[in-house]
């Protein structure tokens, strides 16, 4: 019985099997760290906090994290490993899922913004990531572990930076107390974007190294 | 004969082949996917996995789709309604008998 239900999870471990998956996540994440800090040294009138270059760089992102991996896919993954279509049922829960997520995760940036508890609640919402990574990526490589450690490390040692030290970063006073949460924010997605990232590249290199280019015949 | 005995006897001799069964259980967690997945996952050489598609074909439990990927060709498998109420009533037969 235990045979089948591993069998049964194969197909989901198989969706990251060639590192796409966290390589899409350590983009995203140094996507996002990349624009605050931007806006974070950038003057308060700068084309950084206009909300046309929020929607097209935000917009460029999502196209390039959707569209990417799947041409990536496409030309290494199915050729060399198969193709797999997953199924669309359930979607529903996850959507609702994520929407509670995203507001508890608002209501604990709000409260934290108004307690100047910014640095900590930081921390403790990308805590929240080394499960995540764990549940999602860690299943099917054992030193995949050590990254969610390390991810959870990263939060704990980016809690304990001062606050005055990332508001020391930017010359404009108006934007202090915007830095004081968003500086932290950053730090968070650099250091898991960088860490999801080099896991990414790791199992893309393991996977084109154990695996064989395809040969022209039918599949 | 006791209710265990009696579904163990009972099990789908067509899904209970340890191959295809592999294949089922796999074709059951998605959509479709291609022989070569099929191949990659299972271990099996391309004859044994094409015979136990067929018989599962036959069964009218896998449905079998040629296309094209590009120019090279590619053959798309997904469980039918039959396969899926097959694999599940399989599946709770099995977890009864033991």
């Known amino acids: 019985m235990e045979q089948i239900d591993n069998m049964l999870a194969r197909p989901k471990r198989y969706a990251n099997i060639d590192g796409l998956g966290e390589l899409t996540a350590g983009i995203m994440c140094l996507g996002f760290a990349f624009f605050q800090w931007e806006q974070i040294r950038s003057p308060a009138g700068a084309v950084w906090h206009s909300m046309y270059l929020f929607a097209i760089y935000f917009g460029a992102l999502i196209a390039a994290l959707h569209y990417g991996p799947r041409a990536i896919k496409s030309r290494i993954t199915y050729p060399r490993t198969g193709f797999v279509e997953y199924r669309k049922r359930g979607r529903l829960w996850l959507s609702v899922a994520s929407g509670a997520l995203a507001a508890a995760v608002s209501v604990l940036i709000w409260i934290a913004v108004r307690h100047h508890w910014d640095m900590q609640m930081g921390a403790l919402i990308f805590l929240g990531i080394a499960p995540a990574y764990a549940y999602r990526f860690a299943k099917t490589a054992r030193w995949k572990w050590a990254v969610a450690a390390a991810i959870a490390v990263s939060s704990l040692a980016i809690a304990f930076i001062s606050p005055d030290s990332l508001v020391d970063l930017t010359g404009d006073a108006r934007l202090k107390p915007f830095v004081r949460f968003a500086g932290s924010e950053m730090l968070n997605l650099a250091a898991v974007g960088v860490l999801t990232l080099i896991s990414g590249a790791i199992s893309l290199w393991l996977y084109l190294r154990h695996t064989q280019p395809p040969v022209q015949e039918a599949q | ?98």
């Open chain 2, 1 to 98: 004969m006791n209710p265990q005995m009696r579904g163990i006897a009972e099990l789908d001799r067509v899904i209970h082949e340890p191959g295809r069964l592999m294949i089922a259980a796999l074709l059951y967690a998605v959509e479709k996917a291609d022989f070569l997945y099929l191949l990659h996952e299972t271990g099996m050489n391309k004859g044994t996995l094409s015979s136990h598609i067929s018989r599962l074909e036959t069964a009218g439990y896998v449905a079998v789709e040629k296309t094209y990927r590009g120019k090279i060709p590619q053959t798309l498998l997904s469980l039918t309604e039959t396969g899926r109420e097959a694999f599940k009533r399989y599946r709770k037969s099995l977890k009864e008998a033991l």
